[in-house]
């Protein structure tokens, strides 16, 4: 008990130093001060939050934003860039409304502002939260010089399911990996303090349940299980909250018959009252409106008055509140106390953000992009290298086809997304410009006149294209060269991210038709997949001799792949995300609950096909098993993994509920190859003989380490309550007497395992 009062402790200081003097009693009382000073109607514009440039969903009508403004009818305002905009829209607020409360700019800032990093679920394949940490805190200086303070970001909604195309934007499928990334994105956004001018209100998205979209069909129902609700979905958000994020997004769907808008369960109970988040919620677009289509109201106000009363403190878009909540109010049928509430809340991060002392920001006078820092360009390619994951290094004549080597003196780059600089830039891309991106084709095109070789280009198709007429010139190409490079891959506008959801994993249009023609040339063939989720390629898989997982790497994609290409970097990335053999696989994720029937080794590795046992849990036509597992990706280098060491056979439930020390497991892990390297080191447990079914293996631990040839090291874990409490039959979050076995391991499906047990 000692130890998780004290973790309780230390979280209150990081949340009480990002709020910075947001909780002191001199803003208490000024807030108190603006309330009593305020009208009704002054109150619900602190509460509206509008559009003011390019919308992000569709538009519900245009309002007249400066008159608003002047009368303090709106809070915040989003899609408004640049400092003169924001500037000039603030001068109103500060100016010519009554009371002179600032407004609070937001943006989709998600990878990025001005300087474009990989997608997140890029910088999830990384493992390395110190990295994501310095990418959100470069987004977070650009956008706040040009008066942005909030971003809506991080999304850390769990997916499941690979159709979703919002898996883009979030850390992959499991809970673990997400909270270490939701806590890198909050303190990289937020900084050490809210009030520094640099720093951006964080918000943690989409609360809850978004990512198990039924079907994976963006905005559809999902029905989720109190204990998977607690034990998958809601940790994310959880160590969002625990690391200080200022403000929450509610979701779109219904979750369990109950729309996210109107979840009072979500909103007041758990994130507010279990979890003591002291900032403000706000809707998702248009959002509180769907209330009406979700079948839950039968008119706009009624709608208006179900989400304040949830716990929604902010309407983007929509324009319920501003339309409905004082007559609402005054009518009785909304208690001014809840209303005063929200205001609270909004006003208290806007006293945290410190924008009553500064709401401005400098003007740079100049028409030109601003340009990027060379550091800030350095940091986009490290964190593109890292991100990119190796899946395939066959032998070609006796050696793995990669790194390239001097041999290849000519190569043959072809495919729709070798020079696609905008798809570089994946969704949500800020306000990157295409213009800075460094493509595959321009960075191999300079690397190869360097060396002396040469470089052979044709497009060949287009990404959804369906005419064949441009393979005869690639066909061309790839017969004059030692090498072939194919870049294919999805649309990263219209395939990936929201509203682009897939009934099918395969590749558009007629990529797979020109994969397999290239393919049949002959040449040793490099296929680098630009996605924003894993695709279903079993025949590239077992054809094509290296494969590497791109996502889409941010402005510098193209010398992070070159780099890695040649060697000069070792790949380092790891799946976040698990690789489906066929779209019917799914939902796929590596840590379902264990069944009654299992199909023998099929959920465990890669057979060829299930076991012939007809009563168990298999497909009759596919494997079970992940054509990619969760966790893999390979190296230049080979790390080998010695036995697992425990530090003791037993601990007591009673004991580690308490507090107690946790058990050490640890294990050498070498590198057997002639390259340096980084690994992902992973720790798995899995539990049985408890009084609820849980995964047969779960992630609950990683370091990442870097080795020379021959160089080894003892990666040590230690497992204890965090590690092993889970949701039980009573739904208390608590360690059970249970077998326990760890795996530390290079990913989810490999590595030496140990046993401890657990008693009462």
Same mark, same amino acid.
Not at 189 to 206: E, F, I, P, T, V
Not at 636 to 653: E, P, T
């Given at each position: 008990m000692q130890r998780a009062f004290r973790i309780c402790a230390l979280v209150m200081?990081?949340?009480?130093?990002?709020?910075?003097?947001?909780?002191?009693?001199?803003?208490?009382?000024?807030?108190?001060?603006?309330?009593?000073?305020?009208?009704?109607?002054?109150? &619900?514009?602190?509460?509206?939050?509008?559009?003011?440039?390019?919308a992000t969903g569709p538009a519900s009508g245009s309002v007249r934003l400066r008159d608003l403004i002047a009368r303090g009818q709106i809070g915040s305002l989003l899609n408004v860039t640049g400092a003169a905009e924001t500037n000039a829209l603030q001068r109103i607020a500060m100016t010519r409304s009554r009371l002179k409360i600032p407004l609070l700019f937001g943006l989709d800032v998600i990878h990025g502002y001005h300087t474009i990093f990989p997608v997140p679920l890029g910088m999830a394949s990384t493992w390395d939260p110190q990295l994501v940490n310095q990418a959100s805190r470069v987004a977070a200086q650009e956008a706040s010089a040009e008066g942005i303070r909030w971003t809506?970001?991080?999304?850390?909604?769990?997916?499941?399911?690979?159709?979703?195309?919002?898996?883009?934007?979030?850390?992959?499928?499991?809970?673990?990996?997400?909270?270490?990334?939701?806590?890198?994105?909050?303190?990289?956004?937020?900084?050490?303090?809210?009030?520094?001018?640099?720093?951006?209100?964080?918000?943690?998205?989409?609360?809850a349940g978004y990512g198990a979209a039924e079907g994976g069909r963006d905005y559809n129902a999902a029905d989720v299980?109190?204990?998977?609700?607690?034990?998958?979905?809601?940790?994310?958000?959880?160590?969002?909250?625990?690391?200080?994020?200022?403000?929450?997004?509610?979701?779109?769907?219904?979750?369990?018959?109950?729309?996210?808008?109107?979840?009072?369960?979500?909103?007041?109970?758990?994130?507010?009252?279990?979890?003591?988040?002291?900032?403000?919620?706000?809707?998702?677009?248009?959002?509180i409106a769907e209330l009406m289509a979700q079948g839950v109201v039968n008119d706009p106000a009624t709608a208006a008055r179900k989400a304040i009363l949830a716990g929604v403190d902010m309407d983007m878009q929509s324009g319920l509140y501003a339309r409905f909540l004082a007559g609402l109010v005054r009518s009785g049928k909304i208690p001014e106390p809840v209303l005063n509430e929200a205001v609270r809340r909004v006003l208290r991060i806007k006293f945290a953000l410190n924008l009553f002392a500064n709401p401005y920001v400098p003007e740079v006078k100049s028409a030109a992009q601003p340009r990027l820092e060379p550091s800030q360009d350095e940091l986009a390619r490290t964190v593109a290298e890292r991100s990119l994951v190796l899946l395939r290094n066959e032998e070609f004549h006796g050696a793995p086809l990669l790194p390239i080597t001097q041999v290849a003196r000519?190569?043959?780059? &072809?495919?729709?997304?070798?020079?696609?600089?905008?798809?570089?830039?994946?969704?949500?891309?800020?306000?990157?410009?295409?213009a800075s991106v460094v493509t595959l084709k321009s960075a191999l095109s300079q690397r190869m006149q360097q060396s002396g070789g040469q470089l052979l280009y044709a497009k060949g198709t287009d990404i959804d294209s369906t005419s064949d007429d441009g393979f005869r010139e690639a066909l061309d190409v790839a017969q004059r060269s030692d090498l072939v490079i194919i870049a294919l891959g999805e649309s990263a506008a219209s395939m990936t991210g929201e509203a682009a959801s897939r009934a099918h994993l395969d590749l558009p249009g007629n990529q797979q038709k020109f994969l397999e023609t290239m393919v049949a040339v002959g040449k040793p063939v490099v296929l680098i997949l630009f996605t924003g989720r894993p695709l279903a390629l079993p025949w590239a898989a077992s054809h094509v001799s290296a494969m590497v997982e791109a996502w889409y790497p941010g402005m510098q994609a193209g010398p992070a792949l070159v780099r890695t290409l040649f060697g000069d970097v070792n790949f380092s990335g790891k799946l976040p995300v698990t690789v489906p053999r066929a779209v019917g696989q799914e939902p796929l994720y590596y840590n379902p609950p264990k069944t009654g029937r299992p199909a023998g080794d099929a959920d465990l590795s890669h057979p060829p096909r299930n076991s012939a046992e007809k009563y168990v849990s298999r497909y009759i036509d596919e494997p079970n098993?992940?054509?990619f597992p969760f966790g893999?990706?390979?190296?230049?280098?080979?790390?080998?993994?010695?036995?697992?060491?425990?530090?003791?056979?037993?601990?007591?439930?009673?004991?580690?509920?308490?507090?107690a020390t946790a058990i050490r497991v640890s294990a050498t892990v070498t590198n057997q190859g002639a390259r340096a390297g980084k690994e992902v080191v992973e720790l798995y447990v899995g539990q049985r003989g408890t009084s609820v079914n849980l995964p047969r293996k779960e992630l609950k631990g990683f370091k990442v380490v870097s080795l020379a040839p021959g160089a080894s090291q003892r990666v040590e874990f230690k497992v204890g309550r965090e590690e092993l409490a889970f949701w039980n039959i009573e739904m208390r979050h608590l360690v059970e007497p249970a077998q326990v076995t760890v795996w530390i391991a290079p990913d989810s499906v490999k590595g030496p395992s140990a046993q401890f047990t657990i008693t009462k």
């Open positions: 200081l990081l949340v009480s130093s990002l709020f910075a003097g947001s909780a002191r009693p001199s803003v208490d009382s000024k807030i108190e001060a603006l309330l009593t000073q305020m009208t009704l109607e002054e109150k &619900v514009g602190q509460l509206v939050q509008y559009s003011a440039g390019e809506f970001s991080p999304m850390v909604d769990i997916a499941r399911d690979a159709r979703w195309g919002r898996m883009v934007e979030g850390a992959g499928e499991d809970p673990y990996l997400g909270q270490i990334m939701a806590a890198a994105y909050v303190r990289g956004y937020q900084g050490s303090r809210l009030s520094n001018h640099d720093s951006l209100a964080a918000c943690a998205k989409h609360m299980s109190e204990r998977t609700l607690r034990q998958i979905y809601l940790p994310p958000f959880h160590a969002a909250v625990d690391s200080g994020a200022a403000t929450v997004m509610s979701a779109f769907n219904p979750l369990n018959g109950v729309p996210a808008s109107a979840n009072a369960r979500m909103l007041n109970e758990i994130l507010r009252h279990e979890w003591g988040f002291r900032g403000f919620v706000v809707s998702d677009w248009d959002a000519t190569i043959a780059l &072809v495919g729709p997304l070798a020079d696609s600089a905008a798809d570089m830039l994946g969704s949500w891309p800020g306000k990157g410009d295409a098993s992940p054509l893999f990706g390979l190296s230049y280098s080979r790390f080998a993994y010695s036995a697992i060491q425990v530090s003791r056979s037993s601990s007591s439930a009673r004991a580690l509920n308490r507090g």
